[in-house]
């Protein structure tokens, strides 16, 4: 089943997502061209990027990996990008990963940041130890040269046990999805709000292997489309015993960050909602859902803290999605899971989404966000029909977080609404 | 007393062809279509020979964003700046991209 946002998407969306990614880029590049070649940081972006000038649009958005895209974005909405020494060859390092296959033979790319660093080339499993400085070599399709402070090393990267093996692995030898858990500057946002699970990724790519495969005998269409633009997952420590952290990022469209302990239905459930996310990313990218109000923000059901109306519309849309992926899930008997607890886990989100588009100002959204709103409500009155519930009953843990949300934030308590005559939020 | 005269310049066969890959559709959904092409026909054009494709463009830009279809603005503004960007740079070559 197709979101609202996926259907966007699907009609002219991604058309226009995709024309931003590579105008982005090759505005980059075109300075690069006119980068002075004197030795500076700016003479190795010149370089480098020089590399990708004879790759089409369409090898360029193939091969291109949501760290790559990622640091174009950092680089274009710098100034003085030609003096950003450590963004350009982040760049440069992601842009090598991502095109290596594409690539001519011989092609290479130096690397120098100003600082000894390791170098991390996530698309091909490579970590280099740090360095000052290095310049990366495609030999052939398989043989990566690495000529490091001074010293050279072959790597055959068809060969698992090389020393260089970074932390990732291919869930399926079929499929495009890896998990990966390299905490590095170059492929992660910058205010992370997460750690990286350390250990054996195996079993947690085992159990993303099997989420995947639940989700498509649950709803093909949904699986189709999570394959299609979710190809890194990454696991998270959990922060505490019964707190599992998941995100995904603005710019990292492409990755979903979710709890390692997860499994079954509530990984198929955390993917979904990770996935819709992204999905909503990539739409913001080029359209505008909401109206310019900086200052202004809301209470979610989901969150202790207050948010701004594309973030709470961005609750509604994941937790809406989650909910037709319950029923959906239902729906299905060759799956076994616990299927009263997500019953009554949909109708607490069910109860959430009423009151979450309760505190969304209807003339802050643009269209596309009332559009986006109005499916939304659609599927929560259907919701509200099948599940029967009445408008009037909220489960105590929603009235409690509500009550609490107003006790720690008293500035926003003004653009607080609440149900009409349903019981009031309690402590 | 003289009679001021309004000329209103015709729009260039690129830019007349640009405007009409707009779609604005009901939901509000709004974006170039063809948009890499444009942007790749458009990197081959020598700046200043077609500037005043870039400027046309530019102005476009500007009637979007006033009308509130920013997606549409920013994509425009996206296309004029491949040319006035070389326009701006006296040194820098204006052939070709």
């Avoid at chain 1, 989901?302 to 319950?326: E, I, M, N, Q």
């Avoid at chain 1, 588009?357 to 966000?369: D, F, K, Y």
């Amino acid at each position: 089943m197709k979101s609202i946002a996926g259907a966007m998407l699907d009609q002219g969306g991604w058309q226009a997502y995709e024309g931003r990614l590579l105008e982005r880029l090759w505005e980059l590049m075109d300075e690069a061209r006119d980068a002075p070649a004197d030795g500076s940081s700016a003479d190795a972006f010149r370089q480098g990027l020089g590399e990708l000038e004879g790759l089409e649009a369409s090898d360029l958005l193939v091969g291109g990996t949501p760290f790559f895209w990622m640091n174009v974005h950092r680089l274009y909405g710098s100034e003085r990008r030609g003096a950003q020494a450590q963004m350009i060859r982040d760049l440069l390092m992601t842009g090598f990963d991502a095109y290596f296959q594409a690539l001519p033979k011989g092609a290479g790319v130096t690397l120098s940041g100003g600082e000894r660093r390791t170098l991390i080339l996530p698309k091909l499993g490579v970590v280099i130890p740090a360095v000052l400085q290095a310049h990366l070599r495609r030999r052939s399709s398989h043989i990566l040269e690495v000529e490091a402070d001074g010293s050279r090393h072959t790597l055959d990267l068809s060969q698992h046990s090389h020393p260089w093996r970074a932390r990732t692995l291919k869930i399926s030898a079929e499929g495009a999805e890896t998990v990966m858990a390299v905490p590095d500057a170059a492929l992660m946002a910058s205010d992370v709000n997460g750690i990286f699970a350390e250990g054996d990724l195996r079993p947690f790519a085992q159990r993303v292997g099997q989420a995947l495969q639940w989700i498509q005998t649950i709803d093909g269409e949904l699986c189709a489309s999570i394959h299609k633009l979710i190809h890194w997952y990454v696991p998270l420590n959990m922060l505490s015993p019964s707190l599992h952290p998941s995100y995904s990022e603005r710019d990292l469209v492409g990755v979903v960050h979710m709890s390692e302990a997860y499994e079954g239905i509530r990984l198929c459930e955390s993917i979904v909602h990770e996935f819709h996310h992204n999905e909503l990313h990539a739409l913001q990218c080029t359209q505008e859902l909401t109206r310019n109000d900086p200052g202004a923000v809301f209470y979610s059901p989901w969150r202790p803290d207050p948010r701004t109306l594309s973030g709470l519309l961005h609750a509604l849309h994941t937790f809406c999605a989650v909910v037709k992926f319950h029923e959906a899930a239902e729906a299905v008997r060759e799956i076994d899971f616990d299927r009263p607890g997500i019953r009554q886990r949909r109708a607490k989100f069910c109860q959430m989404l009423r009151i979450g588009m309760l505190q969304v100002p209807a003339e802050n959204l643009t269209p596309l966000g009332s559009r986006i709103l109005q499916a939304i409500e659609a599927d929560v009155v259907h919701q509200e029909q099948v599940l029967e519930l009445g408008k009037g009953t909220i489960l105590e843990a929603v009235r409690a977080h509500a009550h609490t949300w107003r006790q720690t934030n008293p500035d926003y308590v003004q653009n607080f609404r609440w149900p009409e005559g349903a019981p009031a939020p309690v402590g | 007393m003289e009679s001021a005269e309004k000329s209103e310049e015709a729009l260039a066969p690129q830019v007349r062809a640009i405007l009409d890959d707009v779609v604005i559709k009901e939901d509000g959904l709004a974006f170039v279509n063809n948009y890499v092409d444009w942007v790749m026909t458009l990197r081959k054009l020598p700046a200043k020979e077609h500037s005043r494709v870039f400027v046309q463009l530019a102005v476009l830009a500007r009637q979007f964003s006033a009308a509130g279809c920013k997606p549409v603005a920013s994509s425009l503004a996206s296309l004029a700046r491949i040319g006035l960007g070389r326009l701006a740079k006296p040194k820098a070559p204006d052939g070709p991209r």
